[in-house]
C-alpha cells in the first residue's frame, strides 16, 4: 500500500510513516503552521485513528502553543458537573409528568448550580476542550430548554391544549436558538455581556413562577383561566428575551475586581429578603435583572 506524501512535500521525498501510527496523532502537515485546511485535516484525523473493534474514545483538535494538535480522552471533573447538571434535569422532567412540581422546580435550580461550577472548575483546572463547550451546551438545552416548559406545561399550560403546547414549545425552541447562537459567537461578543438573556436565567424565571404560585395557591378555582393566560404569556416572554438582542450583564469578571464595602451590606440585605420568602425573593431579583437590560435599551432606542 503506498502512502501518500503530506501536503507541501515532493512525491519523491521520504515519508515518515512512524509519525502516522505512533498513536501520538500529531500530523506535522495538519499542526504545524501553516494550517491545512479543515476538512483535509479531518481526513488527516481519520486515517490516523485505529478503529479497533469496539472502543469509546474522545477525539478532537485543539490549539495548544500556537498548534494545532489532535487529543484523545476527556477532562473529568467538569465533564462529571455537567452530567450531574443533566441529570437533575432529566429529574425534573420526570417529577414534572409525575406532579411533583416542587420537585421538579428544585431539579432546574440544582442544574443551574451545576452549570456555573462546571464552567468556573474547568477555568480553574484549564480543563477547557471543545467536547466540554459542546456537552455544556447540550445538557443546557435539557436542563434549561425542555424542562422548565415540560413544568410550566404540566402545571398551567395544559388545560390550554393546543394554545398551552405552542407556548411550551416556543420557550424550548427560544432557548435552543439562544444556545445556538452563543456557541457560533463565542470569542466575537464581549465576555461582559450577555447578548439575549442567558437560559438558565430565563429557566428560573419560569421555574420561580411556578413555585410562587405553588405556594400562594389561593387563586385555585377563582381565576384558573386567568392564571394560565398569565402563564403563557410569560413563558412566551422568557423565551423571546433569550433571543433578543438585549444586554445583560455577565458577572463573568465581577469576582475579579474590588467592589465598595458597601455593596457587601446590600448583599446580605438582599439575601435576608430572599430568605423571607425564598421563590418570590428569586422571583423579583429575576425580575430585576430581566429589566436591567430592558430598560436602558428602550431608553437608548428612545434617544436615537
Not at 96 to 117: N, R, V
Not at 222 to 228: H, N, R, S
Request: with cysteine.
Amino acid at each position: 500500500m503506498t502512502t501518500q506524501p503530506p501536503i507541501g512535500q515532493p512525491n519523491n521525498a521520504p515519508v515518515n510513516n512512524a509519525s502516522l501510527n505512533d498513536g501520538s496523532l500529531q500530523d506535522n502537515a495538519a499542526t504545524q503552521p501553516p494550517f491545512i485546511d479543515e476538512h483535509e485535516f479531518n481526513i488527516r484525523l481519520a486515517d490516523n485513528d485505529s478503529y479497533d473493534g469496539l472502543t469509546f474514545e474522545v477525539i478532537e483538535a485543539e490549539v495548544a502553543e500556537g498548534k494545532r494538535v489532535v487529543s484523545r480522552g476527556v477532562y473529568l471533573a467538569p465533564n462529571l458537573i455537567t452530567t450531574l447538571s443533566l441529570l437533575s434535569g432529566f429529574y425534573s422532567i420526570l417529577a414534572s409528568t409525575q406532579g411533583e412540581f416542587y420537585k421538579a422546580a428544585l431539579a432546574i435550580f440544582l442544574s443551574a448550580i451545576l452549570d456555573g461550577a462546571d464552567g468556573r472548575v474547568a477555568r480553574m483546572l484549564n480543563a477547557q476542550s471543545p467536547f466540554g463547550e459542546q456537552y455544556d451546551s447540550l445538557a443546557d438545552m435539557l436542563a434549561f430548554g425542555v424542562a422548565p416548559a415540560i413544568l410550566i406545561y404540566s402545571f398551567a399550560l395544559e388545560p390550554l391544549g393546543r394554545i398551552g403546547i405552542g407556548c411550551a414549545f416556543v420557550f424550548t425552541a427560544c432557548a435552543a436558538f439562544r444556545l445556538a447562537r452563543f456557541n457560533v459567537q463565542v470569542g466575537i461578543v464581549d465576555k461582559k455581556y450577555f447578548v439575549g438573556l442567558a437560559s438558565p436565567l430565563a429557566a428560573i424565571l419560569v421555574t420561580s413562577a411556578v413555585m410562587v404560585a405553588a405556594d400562594h395557591n389561593e387563586w385555585i378555582g377563582k381565576y384558573d383561566t386567568a392564571v394560565m393566560l398569565l402563564f403563557a404569556a410569560w413563558v412566551v416572554t422568557c423565551g423571546l428575551l433569550m433571543v433578543s438582542n438585549v444586554k445583560y450583564y455577565s458577572f463573568k469578571e465581577f469576582d475579579k475586581k474590588k467592589v465598595p464595602f458597601v455593596v457587601l451590606i446590600i448583599g446580605v440585605l438582599v439575601m435576608s429578603i430572599v430568605l423571607y420568602d425564598i421563590p418570590v425573593g428569586i422571583l423579583a431579583i429575576g425580575i430585576i435583572y430581566a429589566l436591567s437590560g430592558i430598560v436602558p435599551t428602550i431608553k437608548m432606542k428612545v434617544k436615537s
